[in-house]
């Protein structure tokens, strides 16, 4: 005899699982690929050049200068390309955390700039501001996690 909760069960755990899976590949068709090219841009003398050019702007947020690679797809990509970035960097618990911060408020620039437009509200004054208050977040918590 099946009684109405095992079969609710048996859904909500199918579903579940389904859109787990769904979520799981959506993350891996973005992280994969961005991993294995910066994997493989490291191995290039154009990442070490960038990187060092990059270091002393880096070196005010406590960030390693491949931070920057990270910056930029954080902004412009999404977060999931820029722990991809950050994975393949193996940076310390310190710049990960600085990081987070900074692209936890400051992110996917492009596709929310599209949609705050369609929102009709101030895009750029709206990125602007995110841009600072993580980059300024980020910066805080740098100066906090030295201490």
């Not at 769904?22 to 994969?32: A, G, I, K």
């Not at 949609?115 to 101030?122: D, E, G, H, S, V």
């Not at 841009?131 to 996690?145: E, F, P, R």
């Amino acid at each position: 005899m099946t009684t109405i909760a095992a079969v609710t069960w048996r859904a909500v755990t199918r579903r579940g699982l389904a859109n787990g899976w769904s979520t799981y590949w959506t993350l891996m068709r973005v992280m994969v690929p961005v991993y294995i090219g910066v994997s493989l841009l490291q191995r290039t003398p154009a990442f070490q050049f960038m990187a060092d050019r990059f270091a002393p702007a880096m070196s005010l947020w406590h960030l390693p200068g491949d931070a920057a690679l990270a910056m930029v797809v954080g902004h412009c990509v999404n977060l999931y390309a820029a722990v991809a970035v950050i994975a393949a960097g193996h940076w310390d618990p310190m710049a990960v955390t600085v990081a987070g911060v900074i692209l936890g408020v400051s992110h996917n620039h492009f596709v929310e700039g599209a949609i705050l437009r369609q929102m009709r509200a101030p895009a750029l004054a709206l990125i602007g501001m995110r841009i600072t208050v993580g980059w300024s977040l980020g910066w805080v918590v740098a100066q906090l996690m030295n201490l």
